[in-house]
C-alpha cells in the first residue's frame, strides 16, 4: 500500500512540473507578429517557416510554408543553451537580410521561439515570431495546406 501511494505521489509531482511553461513575450531583435501581420509579411514576399515536426508539418500548415525543423533537446527556458539544439538555418542562409517569420504550435511551443533566437544570433536581421503559431493563422481563416 505504501508502495501505490508513494508512486502516486511521484505521479502527481511529474504532472505539476510537466505543466506546459509560455514562451517569453518577447526576443531582442525579433518582432513578434499576430497572424495578420504575418499574412501581411508573406502576401510581401517573406519567407514563412514551420519548425515543427516533419509529420505535424505534412498533417496541417500554412499555405507556402518551408518546414526546417527545430530539433530541441535544450530546456524550455529563456536562457536555453542552443549548442544541445539541431537546427538546419543554412537551409535558408540566403535569407539574411530578408523577412522570414518563424512558427510552430503557439505560446507553449518553444521550438519557434529558439529558432528566432538563434537566427539573430546567426546574423539573420528580419526575424519575427508568430508566438501565437498555427492555432492563431488558422483561427483567422487563413490559408492553409
Known sequence: MKKIISVLIAFSCLSVFAEKVQTPASVDGVTVVT????????DSGALIVD??????????????AVNVAYKEKSAKVAGFDASKDKFK???FADHKTK????????VNCWKSYKAAVVAVKNGFTKIHWLR???PSWESAGFPTE
Do not use: H, P, S, W
Open 35 to 42: 497572424a495578420k501581420e504575418a499574412k501581411a509579411l508573406q
Open 51 to 64: 519548425v515543427r515536426k516533419r509529420m505535424q508539418y505534412e498533417t496541417k500548415r500554412i499555405k507556402g
Open 89 to 91: 538555418f543554412e537551409k
Open 99 to 106: 523577412d522570414v517569420v518563424f512558427y510552430c504550435n503557439g
Open 132 to 134: 501565437t503559431g498555427y
